[in-house]
Each structure stands twice: as structure tokens, then as C-alpha cells.
């Protein structure tokens, strides 16, 4: 039986080309943003701010991608279908430290495995959402 087992990560190639992917969608939208790309293990491995992003926007971009990336799974709407039947995990996940219900936060999925996730805040959830979209569009 082996003792080891192999991962996919995110590469640093890859976060530029979803952090410029990103900061386009945001000003097609006209919204300022903050995005961050943790890897498999949720370190983070890219961060970025537009001027004049809303402050709270780093913090909760950095929780989105950790929640993504921990559970395998986006925040936002799948998050909110899991839980909305269990009130121990609907009252629960909340205080989970680093936790995010709000959209915005997406797995990076490389053959169909976890390489990392991408977290995206600083407007709307949907318009987040839209933002993180067009970051893993550019894979």
C-alpha cells in the first residue's frame, strides 16, 4: 500500500492569467473588486485589490476561496441548497473560522482534481460570482 499520494496545485502562470481575466470582468461591470487564489492546501498564492475596492472585500475574497477550496464545493447558492433543510449546519457553518456563504467563491478543478480556488468580493454576490466566472474562464 503506498504511503504518499499526489496533488494537483495552482500555478502562479495561472493565477495572473485569472487575476487579468478578473480585473476585465470587473470593469466591464463597473465594480471594483478583490480577488484571492489560495492552493489545494488553502495557502494563498495570489492576491489582488483594484483602488478604491470596498475594504471589507480582501478579507471576505480570502474567506470565499478558503471555504471553496476546504469543502470542494462554491459558495453561494450550492452552499445555501446544502444547508437550508439542516438547521444544525444552517446555524452551524457560520461559525466555522474562515467560513463564507456568500458567492463568489469557486473550486479549481484540473482532472477532476482540487488545485485550489479562487475568491472574488467587492460587489453584488452575483456580480462577484460573474467576476470569479470569467477568472476560471481563462484556464
Known amino acids: 500500500m503506498p504511503h504518499t499520494f499526489s496533488t494537483?496545485?495552482?500555478t502562479l502562470d495561472a493565477c495572473l492569467l485569472m487575476g487579468a481575466a478578473a480585473v476585465k470582468k470587473a470593469h466591464e461591470l463597473g465594480i471594483k473588486i478583490a480577488l484571492?487564489?489560495?492552493?489545494?492546501?488553502?495557502?494563498?498564492?495570489?492576491?489582488?485589490?483594484?483602488?478604491?475596492?470596498?475594504?471589507?472585500a480582501s478579507d471576505i475574497s480570502r474567506k470565499k476561496a478558503i471555504t471553496a477550496v476546504g469543502f470542494g464545493m462554491?459558495?453561494?447558492?450550492?452552499?445555501?441548497?446544502?444547508?437550508?433543510?439542516?438547521p444544525i449546519l444552517n446555524n452551524g457553518v457560520q461559525n466555522?473560522?474562515?467560513f463564507m456563504?456568500?458567492?463568489?467563491?469557486f473550486p479549481?478543478?484540473?482532472?477532476?482534481?482540487?488545485a485550489g480556488a479562487v475568491g472574488v468580493s467587492g460587489a453584488h454576490y452575483s456580480q462577484d460570482e460573474a467576476v470569479a466566472q470569467a477568472a476560471l474562464a481563462a484556464l
Open 36 to 56: 484571492t487564489v489560495v492552493d489545494n492546501a488553502g495557502n494563498t498564492k495570489y492576491y489582488i485589490c483594484m483602488d478604491n475596492a470596498p475594504l471589507i
Open 8 to 10: 494537483s496545485s495552482v
Open 101 to 105: 456563504l456568500l458567492g463568489g467563491g
Open 96 to 98: 466555522i473560522h474562515d
Open 108 to 114: 479549481i478543478m484540473v482532472d477532476n482534481q482540487l
Open 74 to 86: 462554491p459558495t453561494g447558492g450550492p452552499w445555501q441548497d446544502f444547508i437550508k433543510d439542516d
